[in-house]
């Protein structure tokens, strides 16, 4: 069966591979990949593996050798020997610095009337009616106080909850 995507590695490409698989000092994923474009490499100086060998020697999906022939024949040699090529996965942050800081206020203040503790619905609540954003969820309030070491307990003992006793 003809490959749809043959890997004809040029001179630069090859020995950019052998040293990246020879220091050693990279993602063991990046490794792997270059050593999978070094088995599949049809040009003249390459053994021209088959998807099968290459999957058993390397220890790899077949899927991943096809993988990655496609990529490094659209994409190009860094982005096949990329640990992710994704870069869309850092996502924009819902608070600035000084909302964040109005948030700590918030839950560092006394509870509503009613209240022991703020919850986290009740903090991202009340950040909206304060204006100080047009909406909130609670897990980013929950990100935001757990980066910071915030907690929402009304003691830290937790004698004030319902059960609990205060250690002696």
């Given amino acids: 069966m003809r ?5 004809e ?13 020879r ?3 990279h993602p063991a994923r ?9 088995k599949a490499d049809s040009g003249p100086q390459g053994p021209g593996w088959t ?23 659209s994409e190009g ?4 020997l990329a640990h992710y090529r994704c870069s869309e996965r850092e996502y ?6 000084r909302q964040e800081a109005h948030l700590i206020a918030l839950a560092c203040s006394a509870p509503p009337a009613g209240r022991d503790c703020w919850s986290l619905r009740l903090l991202a609540g009340r950040m909206v009616e304060l204006g100080h954003v047009e909406s909130l969820s609670y897990n980013t309030v929950r ?8 907690s929402l307990g009304a003691a830290s003992s937790g004698a004030s909850r319902p059960g609990k006793t205060p250690a002696s």
Wanted: charged share 25%; net charge positive.
């Fill in 23 to 25: 220091v050693g000092e």
């Fill in 51 to 73: 998807d099968k060998a290459i999957s058993v020697s390397c220890g790899v999906s077949t899927v991943t050798v096809a993988t990655l022939r496609k990529t490094l024949v």
């Fill in 143 to 150: 990100d935001v106080l757990k980066k910071t070491h915030c």
């Fill in 9 to 21: 590695l040029t001179a630069a490409e090859r020995e950019r591979c052998q040293e990246l698989v």
């Fill in 3 to 7: 490959r749809k995507h043959v890997v």
């Fill in 92 to 97: 924009p942050r819902k608070l600035d610095g």
């Fill in 77 to 80: 040699l860094e982005a096949a």
């Fill in 30 to 38: 990046s490794i792997m990949h270059a050593q999978v474009l070094l």
